[in-house]
């Protein structure tokens, strides 16, 4: 999946970042015994307790998202708010990359019950 991108400074989602949870709530919706991974960035431009924080709010934007209007179960989305050192593009500080200023879903299989 294509990673949902958002603003410098902000946790909206616009239209266009919207096609990617709709992707997601699409597939999940086909295949119960899936779950859906959040990684979460945010650039530098903040610092440490202010990117994890916004990275966490844009993770959660976008698990509500697929909870409200798509109507996928809370327990099949995790979300994982990532450190600097784990940006998609890391050049120092302070980096405004736009992919730095996302979030990617990655669609996990669930084990079998049972199994």
Same mark, same amino acid.
């Given at each position: ?8 400074? !902000? ?24 779950? %859906? ?22 993770? !959660?934007? %976008? ?15 995790? %979300? ?17 990359? !736009?992919?730095?200023?996302? %979030? !990617? ?11």
């Amino acid at each position: 999946m294509n990673p949902i991108l958002f603003k410098t400074g !902000q946790a909206a989602l616009s239209a266009e970042g919207m096609a990617e949870p709709a992707k997601a709530r699409d597939y999940l919706r086909g295949h119960p015994d899936t779950a %859906v991974l959040a990684f979460a960035d945010s650039d530098t431009r903040g610092g440490g307790a202010v990117t994890r924080a916004l990275a966490a709010r844009r993770a !959660q934007v %976008v698990r509500s998202a697929l909870i409200a209007e798509g109507g996928i179960a809370a327990s099949r989305i995790f %979300v994982a708010e990532l450190p600097e050192t784990d940006l998609p593009i890391f050049a120092g500080r302070p980096v405004d990359g !736009q992919s730095n200023r996302s %979030v !990617q879903l990655v669609l996990l299989a669930l084990r079998q019950r049972g199994h």
